[in-house]
C-alpha cells in the first residue's frame, strides 16, 4: 500500500496542464490545486517545480487545516 501523501501527490501530477509559452519556457499546473503552477526553461525542470510547488501547497494546507475539497481524490 502506498504512502497517503505519496498517492495524493501521485494523483495531483496527473491532473498537471502544461504548454509552451510564446517565450519558448514551459508552464505547468494542477487545476484542481489553486495556486500551483510552475514556469521554468525545460518541461522536466518544470516538472520537477510543479511537484516542490504541490508539496508545499500542501503543507501549508495541511498546516491550517484548510479543506482539500478542490484537490484530486486518492
Known amino acids: 500500500m502506498m504512502p497517503i501523501l505519496t498517492a495524493f501527490t501521485e494523483a495531483a501530477m ?5 504548454k509552451i ?3 519558448g519556457t ?5 487545476p484542481p490545486c489553486p495556486g500551483v ?6 518541461l522536466e525542470k518544470c516538472r ?3 511537484q516542490e510547488v504541490l ?6 494546507k495541511l498546516r491550517d487545516r484548510d479543506l482539500l475539497d478542490t484537490a484530486p481524490r486518492v
Open 14 to 18: 496527473r491532473e498537471a496542464k502544461y
Open 21 to 23: 509559452l510564446e517565450d
Open 26 to 30: 514551459f508552464y505547468g499546473e494542477i
Open 37 to 42: 503552477w510552475a514556469n521554468e526553461e525545460t
Open 48 to 50: 520537477e517545480v510543479l
Open 55 to 60: 508539496e508545499e501547497w500542501l503543507i501549508l
